[in-house]
């Protein structure tokens, strides 16, 4: 099913966040922090840090701290957390977690001659890594890197700076999302937003313009397809 709460508008561009919506990689991030975190305090459970899922760095990692609570700063934590654990990410088998209908997907918008690209809040290494060897880095005509900005999501500006690279306005480009700061850092920077469903985390979807169940329901936004036909209905 998609839900929409907004009328068809013209859609040149379309803006894909990484994690969680062309990698489900959400879960496998949350395993990583939990075993650093336990190794700090044995006592913190997988489901206290549930709410670090989809945060900006302090967000999370404040809720790391608050869960350890062995008298380290969250900067301290996280600063420690990269040092020893975010340098194996390379080594993730991110094709277990690839979504299998992205390729099909990519080449259909490319076809209808919409312009793609992806804005993730990862590191640029670790984005072009999942990107090359799932296949679908040629689709991407901009690759944009949150460790290139000073705020990270919620705040627009890896959204604004996207559309500006793609030399499209921001009115016209539909992003693709699944957690709450990155659909609201998406509805701030003025374009529209296709939540990606998943109710594992609480994800805060209030602020997106429609919710899709699959990445596929894209193609009938991009066409301006929400009736009836598509089981779409007012939010």
Request: hydrophobic letters at 40%; a negative charge.
């Amino acid at each position: 099913m998609m839900n929409h709460k907004c009328g068809c508008q013209v859609t040149d561009a379309v803006i894909f966040d990484m994690d969680g919506v062309i990698v489900d990689s959400e879960m496998l991030y949350l395993n990583l922090r939990w075993q650093f975190a336990r190794e700090k305090n044995p006592e913190v459970t997988l489901e206290e840090l549930y709410p670090t899922v989809g945060r900006s760095s302090e967000g999370s990692w404040s809720l790391v701290a608050e869960a350890v609570h062995n008298g380290m700063t969250w900067q301290e934590l996280l600063a420690e957390y990269r040092k020893t654990v975010v340098c194996t990410y390379t080594s993730i088998d991110f094709a277990s977690v690839f979504r299998r209908e992205i390729p099909g997907v990519l080449e259909s918008l490319k076809q209808r001659g919409i312009r793609l690209a992806l804005a993730s809040s990862n590191g640029l290494s670790i984005v072009e890594k999942i990107l090359t060897d799932n296949g679908i880095r040629p689709y991407f005509e901009v690759v944009v890197s949150g460790e290139s900005f000073r705020r990270s999501k919620p705040d627009p500006e890896i959204y604004l700076h996207t559309a500006y690279c793609l030399g499209v306005e921001p009115q016209h480009c539909l992003v693709a999302e699944d957690s709450t700061a990155g659909i609201t850092a998406a509805h701030l920077a003025g374009m529209r937003v296709a939540a990606v469903v998943d109710d594992r985390f609480g994800f805060d979807r209030s602020l997106a313009d429609y919710e899709v169940k699959q990445i596929s329901d894209i193609l009938q936004l991009v066409e301006g397809k929400t009736d009836e036909k598509t089981g779409g209905q007012d939010k």
